[in-house]
């Protein structure tokens, strides 16, 4: 049995600001691409978007659980009206319908319509709901026919002879007595929508209405791809020929993937508040520059504590959800940073694999740092990233260049100690590391240094190293180089 659903696209797009211009979206492609996430068998029929999810309901947990996930998806992308039924024209009907009476029909999610139950929903529908029997709705009139039941009761010799081949084909297919031919929609491999402007605009921020339906269709494409945008670039251009003299740009890169309409919109407002347009501007396009698959977070076995129990169990915080949301949180975050301070001022630390300690981290800004070092819970190596370079504890705060140290001679006069703020006392070492002879990119990076984990009556533990240099003991020194904390 199939299952089919229809979906009807509002006819224009409003907005959040009252005050600003109303914007008819490109077309119908971008909420095919959104359903292609759910099943491959997404067309275009008419005005409308039609799937058969019929093979998808084991996938994404039964029947009920796809319906609610298509229902809910629906609603955010804006559709008017939607529609189940067992074939795709008899969807379209009802849907238009669900559309005239003003709203959509929420029924039992376990309650498809079988070929019977479609027969009897299509025969108390008007048949303007049909478009092929539109234009002879006054011959149909006179003739006493108000819904489709009507139509379809009627002699077929007659309805051929009256009306053309198409109004009797459509009527069949609408019943599922013949096949409806289909054309299957599919995603296009690079995103570059481009969309004309019902008035020119002279200023950036004034943009973001335009573009936030452009941002809609790439989220929407994102959604088919199961991907997130690393980054994308807004165009304009200032005359109709579209020259790229007469034309500007603007690329927007984010520390994550995302396809979240919302915060996309939010970190273009941020640039666009920034740019000076040279001229006005007529029309404008979107091009994703890079995407990246965005894996889906799968549920937790057992239930997540959340609401009040947050406030009594602090434990709470550290759930996967959680956890999740504080990310995405600082994911934001870095994104307005970068944007307002420029992304040459936020930072992210990477973990290098050098046993140089000085050397086993490095900052980079956030939007251009490799995939590994754009969690921001990962800005400074924990212990469980960081090179192991010996078995005992390594300093969590580094100087930034190594401290001499004292040498004190013993009471006896025979032997010089190191000292700061008081003689030291070995606890662990020497642990030997020579490094640094290979990277011709810092010639005096080369170090051979016996580590020491100290004691100070003053300031705790300390990481001293002794300098090693072969066959020349009297050019020994003594540094410190990092403290724990």
């Known amino acids: 049995m199939q299952n089919w659903m229809a979906l009807l696209p509002a006819s224009k797009h409003e907005a959040d600001d009252a005050s600003a211009p109303i914007w008819q979206p490109l077309d119908v492609r971008p909420l095919g691409w959104w359903a292609l996430q759910f099943t491959p068998r997404v067309a275009q029929l008419e005005e409308a978007v039609v799937l058969e999810c019929h093979a998808s309901e084991r996938l994404f947990g039964g029947r009920a659980a796809l319906r609610g996930r298509l229902v809910k998806g629906a609603q955010a992308q804006g559709v008017a009206a939607w529609a189940f039924a067992s074939n795709a024209l008899a969807a379209l009907c ?10 959509t029909q929420v029924d039992d999610a376990d309650a498809i319509p079988d070929t019977y139950a479609t027969e009897q929903m299509l025969h108390a529908l008007p048949f303007t709901t049909l478009s092929a029997l ?31 081949a198409d109004s009797l084909r459509a009527l069949d297919q609408a019943y599922a007595r013949s096949p409806l031919p289909l054309s299957w929609l599919t995603l296009p491999a ?22 936030r339906t452009l941002l809609q269709a790439l989220c929407a494409w994102l959604a088919g791809q199961h991907a997130g945008v690393e980054s994308f670039t807004l165009r304009w251009h200032h005359g109709l020929r579209r020259q790229e003299a007469h034309a500007g740009q603007h690329t927007v890169r984010l520390s994550n993937p995302t396809r979240d309409p919302e915060r ?27 995407i990246a698959p965005l894996m889906t977070h799968s549920h937790s076995l057992f239930p997540e504590q959340g609401g009040d129990q947050l ?13 999740r949301a504080q990310k995405e949180a600082l994911w934001t975050l870095l994104d307005r940073l970068s944007a307002r301070l420029g992304p040459e001022r936020v930072l992210a630390g990477q973990v290098h694999a050098d046993h140089r300690l000085e ?38 705060w580094l100087l930034p260049q190594p401290l001499p140290l004292s040498l004190v001679t013993d009471a006896q006069g025979q032997h010089e100690h190191p000292h700061y703020q008081g003689r030291l006392q070995w606890l662990a070492g020497p642990h030997r590391v020579e490094a640094g002879w290979w990277d011709t990119a810092q010639p005096d990076g080369a170090c051979t240094r016996d580590y020491y984990l100290a004691s100070s009556p003053g300031a705790g533990l300390l990481w001293v190293f002794r300098t090693r240099h072969a066959g020349d003991m009297a050019t020994q020194a003594w540094f410190l180089h990092g403290l724990f904390a």
Do not use: K, N, Y
């Not at 407002?269 to 029309?283: C, F, G, M, N, S």
């Not at 406030?311 to 956890?323: M, Q, S």
């Open 359 to 396: 050397h086993a981290q490095r900052w980079q800004a956030a939007l251009h740092a490799p995939p590994a070092a754009r969690d921001p819970s990962a800005g400074v190596p924990s212990a469980d990233t960081r090179i192991d370079l010996s078995p005992w504890p390594q300093p969590s």
């Open 134 to 164: 539109r234009p002879h709705a006054g011959t149909l009139a006179r003739l006493g026919c108000r819904t489709l039941g009507d139509v379809s009761a009627l002699p077929r010799g007659g309805l051929s002879r009256r009306f053309d």
């Open 190 to 211: 690079v995103f570059d929508e481009r969309l004309e402007l019902p008035g020119r605009v002279e200023t950036a921020p004034a943009l973001l209405h335009a573009a």
């Open 264 to 290: 996309l919109s939010q970190l273009l407002h941020e640039h666009l508040q920034r740019l000076t347009l040279a001229a006005p501007v007529e029309d404008i396009s979107l091009r994703a520059e890079h």
């Open 311 to 323: 406030t009594a169990h602090p434990d709470g915080l550290l759930t996967p959800a959680a956890r």
């Open 94 to 103: 009802v849907a238009r319908h669900h559309l005239t009476q003003g709203g």
